[in-house]
């Protein structure tokens, strides 16, 4: 039986050397009389055929028939996909057929996924803390890369660099950000020493570009650059979104794939932290990933931990401040902030907790699209009970050590622990104000964000948080990053922690009800 020809339906819609090379690939197919010239041709101008060619020529014929289909299933795909940009379409199609260098794409039969997807797209990001110093040209200089050509191998040395970067220990200096907001205030969002928290946001980017010469470059694209040998070059790359969201090892497996290395699984590495046995001062989970990838490399391995989850903090990673970087002040308004431009903020505490505040109340509005609705933070409210519930319960606490006291009067662990819980206490009596504060003004209608909290809030993408919802709500105290902070620090974190998990509760609690 005649293999059908699939690919006649492309000759518009993709370059026109892919089109020969398909051609040419159809013509090894079909013709049985073939010299091989023609197959020859093909496996040069299509990466992604992948097989070698055979003595067995019926063999050969079979394979290739089945990638044929699989690749214009794949180009149908595409097409589908990008409808209405045409060119986008005909450039991603060339980077498969013609270059493939990061070998993202799986053909499963007649079906195929992203590991990851590296399309250029338009996204507001996040990013917690001071804007970092970067050395990724240094880094990458270092490394005796002879042809610094962008292609397959420095794209290999952008992975090797963003995985030195997600982990710790490594000695290239990055930046994260997150397309999410909500996974940015809960995990990444803190107090510093100076009591000041940061944050950065660039409104509407280019993401998956890299940059060489002032000029930003999609991805599939910088095969048609003119690249000079030499030329330092910057990139930002989005990790978070693959094909299938709910199979959080798409991007480990790609990453294997891609790089050859094996990976250091979360459950390995809890299983291992859990039984050291050393001095409480000791980072047990920096230890235990050492000693893993100590392991590994005496089994031949190499290894990169899955603790922190790229696609689940909806990762995008910065070799540098790509864009020009205006600090916030006060003459800066919500209606004039541009995009492609880093805004970054400055706050203190109160500013921080009137951001953690409100961005629940704008989710929980945005949610339920209901722009009027009253405040769900109230007297009566479920958050409000609780923090009168978590005083009592400190309370109580104080007075069984105070009682135990009594038996144990040298007891110093005794007297810290009473100090601690009298700070706990305090903070939870400061906490509270505040709420009653905000309720009692918004009952007369007279709260009102600052200009520096409602500009945050103007550049947030609430269309992208809603759609990120599930994973807003599924974050917990585990999941929020622990700096090293002193004493006095780590107690206003832990309080600003539980405001954001209580905020974030009756937010959702408020959404059940209403949403």
């Given at each position: 039986m005649q293999l059908e020809n699939k690919h006649t339906g492309f000759k518009e819609k993709v370059y026109k050397e892919n089109y020969e090379a398909l051609d040419n690939l159809y013509a090894a197919i079909i013709n049985v009389e073939s010299d091989g010239k023609d197959l020859e041709l093909a496996m040069k101008q299509i990466k992604i055929i992948g097989i070698e060619k055979t003595d067995n020529q019926n063999l050969s014929r079979y394979q290739l028939s089945i990638q044929y289909l699989r690749i214009c299933s794949f180009i149908e795909g595409i097409i589908a996909e990008f409808a209405g940009d045409e060119e986008k379409t005909k450039q991603i199609v060339n980077y498969y057929l013609n270059d493939f260098n990061m070998h993202e794409l799986n053909l499963l039969g007649l079906s195929w996924y992203y590991d990851i997807k590296f399309y250029?797209?338009?996204?507001?990001?996040?990013?917690?803390?001071?804007?970092?110093?970067?050395?990724?040209?240094?880094?990458?200089?270092?490394?005796?890369?002879?042809?610094?050509?962008?292609?397959?191998?420095?794209?290999?040395?952008?992975?090797?660099?963003?995985?030195?970067?997600?982990?710790?220990?490594?000695?290239?200096?990055?930046?994260?950000?997150?397309?999410?907001?909500?996974?940015?205030?809960?995990?990444?969002?803190?107090?510093?020493?100076?009591?000041?928290?940061?944050?950065?946001?660039?409104?509407?980017?280019?993401?998956?570009?890299?940059?060489?010469?002032?000029?930003?470059?999609?991805?599939?694209?910088?095969?048609?650059?003119?690249?000079?040998?030499?030329?330092?070059?910057?990139?930002?790359?989005?990790?978070?979104e693959v094909r299938s969201e709910k199979n959080i090892f798409n991007l480990n497996s790609w990453f294997k794939n891609f790089l050859e290395e094996e990976f250091i699984s979360q459950k390995e590495?809890?299983?291992?932290?859990?039984?050291?046995?050393?001095?409480?001062?000791?980072?047990?989970?920096?230890?235990?990933?050492?000693?893993?990838?100590?392991?590994?490399?005496?089994?031949?391995?190499?290894?990169?931990?899955?603790?922190?989850?790229?696609?689940?903090?909806?990762?995008?990673?910065?070799?540098?401040?790509?864009?020009?970087?205006?600090?916030?002040?006060?003459?800066?308004?919500?209606?004039?902030?541009?995009?492609?431009?880093?805004?970054?903020?400055?706050?203190?505490?109160?500013?921080?907790?009137?951001?953690?505040?409100?961005?629940?109340?704008?989710?929980?509005?945005?949610?339920c699209a209901e722009k009027e609705r009253n405040a769900p933070l109230d007297k009566e409210n479920y958050l409000y009970k609780l923090i009168l519930k978590l005083r009592e319960e400190i309370k109580l606490e104080i007075e069984e050590l105070k009682s135990n006291q009594e038996n144990k009067l040298e007891d110093e662990d005794i007297e810290i622990n009473i100090d601690k819980r009298i700070s706990i206490e305090n903070r939870l009596v400061e906490y509270s104000n505040f709420i009653e504060n905000i309720v009692n003004l918004k009952e007369k209608n007279q709260f009102q964000s600052s200009d520096k909290v409602n500009v945050i809030l103007s550049m947030i993408d609430w269309e992208y948080e809603k759609i990120n919802k599930n994973l807003i709500q599924e974050l917990n105290s585990q999941n929020i990053y622990q700096w090293d902070l002193n004493s006095d620090l780590n107690i206003n974190n832990l309080f600003i922690n539980w405001f954001k998990e209580l905020c974030k509760k009756i937010c959702f609690s408020e959404v059940e009800k209403h949403g």
């Open positions: 250029k797209e338009l996204r507001t990001v996040y990013s917690a803390g001071k804007i970092p110093s970067f050395n990724w040209n240094e880094w990458l200089r270092g490394r005796n890369i002879e042809d610094n050509i962008i292609k397959g191998n420095i794209l290999q040395n952008i992975m090797k660099a963003c995985k030195e970067h997600i982990n710790r220990g490594g000695k290239v200096k990055l930046m994260s950000f997150s397309k999410c907001f909500g996974i940015d205030l809960y995990k990444f969002m803190y107090l510093d020493n100076d009591k000041k928290s940061y944050l950065n946001i660039v409104k509407k980017t280019q993401t998956n570009i890299l940059k060489v010469k002032d000029k930003r470059v999609p991805v599939y694209e910088y095969n048609y650059q003119e690249l000079n040998e030499g030329s330092d070059f910057d990139f930002f790359f989005d990790f978070s590495l809890n299983s291992l932290k859990n039984n050291l046995t050393f001095d409480n001062n000791v980072d047990k989970e920096w230890l235990a990933y050492y000693l893993l990838k100590e392991k590994r490399k005496e089994e031949g391995k190499s290894g990169i931990s899955s603790r922190i989850n790229p696609i689940k903090d909806r990762e995008v990673i910065a070799s540098n401040a790509l864009w020009d970087t205006i600090n916030y002040n006060d003459s800066i308004q919500k209606e004039n902030v541009k995009s492609d431009v880093m805004y970054s903020f400055e706050l203190n505490e109160d500013d921080f907790m009137e951001l953690i505040y409100e961005y629940y109340y704008q989710l929980y509005v945005n949610i």
